[in-house]
């Protein structure tokens, strides 16, 4: 298995709402991020997390919340989200801890958020 | 803040022709360096990683590093109309443990 499994593929939530992005991979990594992007615009990191602790936090509002139930999964739990939130969410793992090292990311495909 | 710098274009050829990407990174530091591709409305597809100064092949992708200059190029041969996309710049920031992204740049290849 060489995916990064990314649920759901499109969530529209109102500004009450509260709901949860998923990612799951299987490939053994240790690292596992959530980067945002916005149209036209490069993938921006939010989080990371090294062998199942936050590492990372970039100053994320905390209407966003990360979860690492296990090594193989990553949340990102939403709330009380504004219109600007919109974008797509990419989750990605790497190998090592280290950011990627030799490897890179293998990127999710993403989930596609609209706030309304 | 560390910065990867690239010309957003769009950069168009010719079928056939040779695409060449240009990237440029501030943190004199880096050591790994990475290009994505990604489709418009896709996630990025990792094409080449690159860690030591000179040409690195793998098909029809040739990525370029010197570290001196702090440039790192992708060069693209018999570029194709599939190859039309925007290719990310990636620099591994040694500090945060993770990939630092340029803005990218559009390159569109005319059939």
């Known amino acids: 298995d060489t995916e990064v499994t990314q649920t759901p593929k499109h969530l529209v939530m109102g500004m009450t709402n509260k709901k949860s992005l998923k990612c799951e991979q299987h490939?053994?990594?240790?690292?596992m991020y959530w980067y945002k992007q916005k149209a036209k615009k490069p993938p921006e990191l939010m989080f990371v997390?090294?062998?199942?602790?936050?590492?990372i936090n970039e100053s994320v509002p905390s209407r966003f919340s990360p979860e690492c139930p296990n090594s193989s999964l990553l949340n990102l739990h939403l709330h009380a989200l504004q219109p600007e939130d919109s974008a797509l969410y990419l989750c990605?793992?790497?190998?090592?801890?280290?950011?990627?090292?030799?490897?890179?990311?293998?990127f999710g495909s993403g989930t596609r958020l609209t706030v309304v | 803040q560390k910065e990867v710098e690239q010309n957003s274009g769009p950069l168009s050829v010719p079928e056939g022709a040779i695409a060449s990407l240009n990237c440029t990174y501030s943190?004199?530091?880096?050591?790994?360096f990475f290009w994505y591709r990604q489709y418009s409305g896709k996630s990025p597809e990792l094409i080449m990683s690159?860690?030591?100064?000179g040409d690195k092949e793998d098909g029809r992708f040739t990525a370029q590093l010197n570290k001196a200059s702090q440039y790192v190029s992708l060069l693209i041969r018999d570029s194709q109309p599939s190859d039309s996309a925007t290719y990310l710049c990636?620099?591994?920031?040694?500090?945060?443990?993770?990939?630092?992204f340029g803005s990218g740049t559009r390159l569109q290849v005319q059939p």
């Open positions: 990605a793992s790497s190998q090592d801890s280290g950011g990627g090292g030799h490897y890179g990311y293998t």
């Open positions: 490939m053994g990594h240790r690292a």
């Open positions: 997390y090294s062998y199942e602790k936050l590492s």
């Open positions: 943190d004199r530091g880096s050591q790994s």
């Open positions: 690159i860690y030591s100064n």
């Open positions: 990636a620099v591994l920031d040694t500090g945060r443990r993770a990939l630092t």
